[in-house]
């Protein structure tokens, strides 16, 4: 068994101008379904802070997300996900050592969360189509996070279970 584990995916987030917003969306429902058929740990991880604070509407799951009574939600203060949460017990409880991530932001909290994965002793897959962020250089960053991580020993994915494919051997340095 493995855990899908989606990042941030917030209304105040999400209602920002991110990169290629319907395709992110799409990609992440795809994930979440095939990981659902195939009985993993769906894990929903949201931030608090000031700007997206419990309980507001900005700090809820956004509603164009496929979820169930039967996913797990997590919430955090951190940008990464496994500081000051019960994400590894959990994860540990259900002997769970493959991880997938998405959500958001490439460069944030979807960075640091892999990036702690991976020091925790997971293996961690990474979907490339699975996300995103609203920076004028959005599509630069997201392959830059994804080349990174990969080369940290993250896995690359895609939202439909395509085989790895190793990008850093293809895109030019």
Known sequence: ??????IDVQNGIVN????????????????IILNREKGNLIIFIQHNSITLKNGANDWKLFNGLSTSDKDIVIQ???????IDTDIKQLLKD????????????????VYHTCKSGLENGFNV??????HTNWLKNAGQKID???IELEKM?????????????????????
């Open 16 to 31: 920002k101008d991110i990169y290629k917003k319907d395709e992110f969306i799409q990609n992440i429902n795809k994930a």
């Open 94 to 109: 259900n002997n769970i050592k493959d991880i997938i991530i998405c959500g958001l932001v490439s460069q944030g909290c």
């Open 1 to 6: 068994m493995e855990a899908l584990i989606i």
């Open 125 to 130: 897959k990474l979907i490339k189509n699975g």
């Open 144 to 146: 830059e996070v994804n």
């Open 153 to 173: 020993g993250a896995i690359l994915i895609s939202s439909s279970d395509i085989a790895p494919k190793r990008l850093w051997e293809v895109l030019p340095a």
């Open 76 to 82: 955090k203060s951190h940008g990464d996900a496994f």
